[in-house]
């Protein structure tokens, strides 16, 4: 089946760490790859998305890249700041004939400290 | 702003009762996904509908249905309520004129059951 699976939280990090959160993936085929992030209180936003091998996908300073090799779709941050605290989510849609839902990791979530 | 919206934000209820959350997707998307977020079953698939047809359904009770309406606007019915169905509720539309494999979500209805 379908599964994502990212690292355990919580991460607490200093205005200006690197940041990595983990996530690797288990599906058929090629699926398309998507972090979500959800800010205290809100909604899931989508932060970016890759839809092939080794396609980098970046937003807002983050960036993640499709590694088909290692089913992987790790999230990098160069510089995180107090702003970037929230829950991330890694997740995958299966590209089957038809529509499907999102398969989600059970979330990180990060808090950035001054 | 996601362009998706749910109703109500909040919704206070005791066992046993019947609720009504709603869902207007983005403009021209076709497609409505709910979703449950609890703290131990993080973020699960409950069904989708496609311009007005269910589609496919994921971790939804028998006491939970759904229906889309033809404006497009979908609605979750949660019935016989148990302490255990206090979760979030978030909606996702997708399959829009722009063909992108992303999902869009609402804010989500927070339910409490007490």
């Known amino acids: 089946g379908n599964s994502v699976t990212q690292m355990e939280g919580p991460v607490t990090l200093s205005e200006e760490a690197f940041l990595t959160i983990n996530c690797t993936y288990t599906?058929?085929?090629?699926?398309?790859l998507f972090w979500y992030v959800q800010y205290p209180g809100e909604g899931l936003q989508l932060l970016l998305k890759?839809?092939?091998?080794?396609d980098k996908g970046s937003n807002k300073g983050f960036e993640a890249t499709y590694r088909k090799e290692t089913t992987s779709f790790h999230l990098e941050k160069g510089s995180v700041q107090v702003s970037d605290s929230a829950v991330y989510f890694c997740a995958l849609r299966p590209r089957n004939s038809g529509n499907t839902p999102l398969v989600f990791g059970k979330g990180t979530r990060l808090s950035v400290i001054a | 702003d996601s362009g998706v919206t749910q109703t109500p934000k909040h919704l206070i209820t005791a066992t046993g009762q019947r609720v009504t959350l709603r869902c207007s997707p983005r403009?021209?998307?076709?497609?409505v996904y709910w979703y449950q977020q609890s703290l131990d079953q993080g973020l699960q698939f409950l069904i989708h509908?496609?311009?007005?047809?269910?589609?496919a359904k994921g971790n939804i009770l028998e006491r939970f249905s759904a229906q889309q309406f033809p404006d497009l606007h979908s609605e979750l019915n949660l019935s016989s309520l148990e302490l255990g169905d206090s979760a979030l509720y978030f909606c996702a539309s997708g399959e829009g004129p722009s063909g992108g494999w992303e999902q869009f979500f609402g804010p989500g209805t927070r339910l409490t059951v007490l």
């Open positions: 509908y496609y311009n007005g047809e269910e589609r």
């Open positions: 890759a839809t092939k091998a080794d």
């Open positions: 599906a058929t085929g090629y699926p398309s």
């Open positions: 403009s021209g998307d076709l497609s």
